[in-house]
Protein backbone atom coordinates (compact mmCIF):
# COMPACT_ATOMS: atom_id res chain seq x y z
CA UNK A 1 0.00 0.00 0.00
CA UNK A 2 3.08 2.44 0.54
CA UNK A 3 4.44 1.81 -2.39
CA UNK A 4 1.54 2.66 -4.52
CA UNK A 5 1.01 5.93 -2.29
CA UNK A 6 4.83 6.58 -3.07
CA UNK A 7 4.21 6.07 -6.76
CA UNK A 8 1.65 8.06 -6.89
CA UNK A 9 3.04 10.99 -5.13
CA UNK A 10 5.93 10.49 -7.30
CA UNK A 11 3.18 11.08 -10.58
CA UNK A 12 1.77 13.91 -8.70
CA UNK A 13 5.25 15.86 -7.89
CA UNK A 14 6.57 15.13 -11.17
CA UNK A 15 3.12 16.54 -12.71
CA UNK A 16 3.18 19.77 -11.13
CA UNK A 17 7.22 19.75 -12.09
CA UNK A 18 6.05 19.64 -15.48
CA UNK A 19 3.08 22.25 -15.54
CA UNK A 20 5.94 24.96 -13.34
CA UNK A 21 8.51 24.42 -16.08
CA UNK A 22 5.57 24.74 -18.72
CA UNK A 23 4.36 27.98 -16.90
CA UNK A 24 7.95 29.25 -16.46
CA UNK A 25 8.82 28.85 -20.46
CA UNK A 26 5.27 30.76 -21.40
CA UNK A 27 6.23 33.40 -19.16
CA UNK A 28 9.62 33.37 -20.64
CA UNK A 29 8.46 33.48 -23.70
CA UNK A 30 6.16 36.19 -23.08
CA UNK A 31 8.59 38.37 -21.04
CA UNK A 32 10.94 38.29 -24.27
CA UNK A 33 7.74 39.08 -26.75
CA UNK A 34 6.89 42.09 -24.73
CA UNK A 35 10.51 42.89 -24.55
CA UNK A 36 10.51 42.81 -28.22
CA UNK A 37 7.42 44.40 -28.81
CA UNK A 38 8.25 47.18 -26.61
CA UNK A 39 11.45 48.15 -28.36
CA UNK A 40 9.75 47.98 -31.92
CA UNK A 41 6.68 49.95 -30.80
CA UNK A 42 7.75 51.65 -27.84
CA UNK A 43 4.60 52.91 -25.53
CA UNK A 44 4.34 56.76 -25.29
CA UNK A 45 4.22 57.83 -21.80
CA UNK A 46 0.68 58.56 -20.30
CA UNK A 47 0.10 61.93 -18.42
CA UNK A 48 -2.05 61.26 -15.31
CA UNK A 49 -4.59 64.28 -14.58
CA UNK A 50 -4.38 65.44 -10.74
CA UNK A 51 -7.97 65.09 -9.97
CA UNK A 52 -8.77 66.85 -6.77
CA UNK A 53 -10.14 70.36 -6.01
CA UNK A 54 -7.35 72.71 -6.68
CA UNK A 55 -6.67 70.46 -9.71
CA UNK A 56 -10.10 71.06 -11.37
CA UNK A 57 -10.38 74.96 -9.93
CA UNK A 58 -6.98 75.49 -11.94
CA UNK A 59 -8.26 73.71 -14.78
CA UNK A 60 -10.88 76.08 -14.73
CA UNK A 61 -9.29 79.06 -14.16
CA UNK A 62 -7.17 77.98 -17.41
CA UNK A 63 -9.93 77.67 -19.40
CA UNK A 64 -11.25 81.18 -18.48
CA UNK A 65 -7.88 82.39 -19.05
CA UNK A 66 -7.74 80.84 -22.82
CA UNK A 67 -10.92 81.84 -23.50
CA UNK A 68 -10.26 85.17 -22.57
CA UNK A 69 -6.85 85.49 -24.71
CA UNK A 70 -9.38 84.40 -27.40
CA UNK A 71 -12.44 86.89 -26.99
CA UNK A 72 -9.77 89.64 -27.23
CA UNK A 73 -8.25 88.66 -30.22
CA UNK A 74 -11.63 88.15 -31.75
CA UNK A 75 -12.84 91.16 -30.86
CA UNK A 76 -9.36 93.51 -32.14
CA UNK A 77 -10.15 91.53 -35.49
CA UNK A 78 -13.69 92.04 -35.85
CA UNK A 79 -13.97 95.39 -35.09
CA UNK A 80 -10.16 97.09 -36.42
CA UNK A 81 -9.67 93.62 -38.99
CA UNK A 82 -5.76 95.23 -39.40
CA UNK A 83 -3.07 92.77 -38.81
CA UNK A 84 -0.04 94.93 -37.86
CA UNK A 85 -2.81 95.84 -35.58
CA UNK A 86 -4.03 92.39 -34.10
CA UNK A 87 -0.74 91.13 -33.63
CA UNK A 88 0.23 94.16 -31.44
CA UNK A 89 -2.82 93.00 -29.35
CA UNK A 90 -1.53 89.46 -29.36
CA UNK A 91 1.84 90.29 -28.19
CA UNK A 92 0.49 92.47 -25.53
CA UNK A 93 -1.82 89.97 -24.62
CA UNK A 94 0.82 87.46 -24.02
CA UNK A 95 3.15 89.26 -22.01
CA UNK A 96 -0.09 90.71 -19.76
CA UNK A 97 -1.34 87.33 -19.61
CA UNK A 98 0.54 86.27 -16.47
CA UNK A 99 0.27 89.47 -14.91
CA UNK A 100 -3.78 89.66 -14.74
CA UNK A 101 -3.38 85.62 -13.83
CA UNK A 102 -1.36 86.76 -10.95
CA UNK A 103 -3.45 89.21 -9.76
CA UNK A 104 -6.99 87.63 -10.70
CA UNK A 105 -6.48 84.45 -9.30
CA UNK A 106 -3.43 84.80 -6.37
CA UNK A 107 -1.25 82.74 -8.17
CA UNK A 108 1.82 83.54 -6.37
CA UNK A 109 4.70 81.56 -7.10
Not at 58 to 65: D, E, F, L, W, Y
Not at 82 to 87: C, T, W
Not at 93 to 103: E, G, I, Q, R
Request: net charge positive; no cysteine.
Amino acid sequence: MSKERARRRAEREAERARAIRANELRQARRARRRALLGRVFPRPARIARQGGLLARRRRAQNAVVALGLLLVQLIVWLVWGSPPLSFGVLVLSLLLTPVVVTLAFDRRI
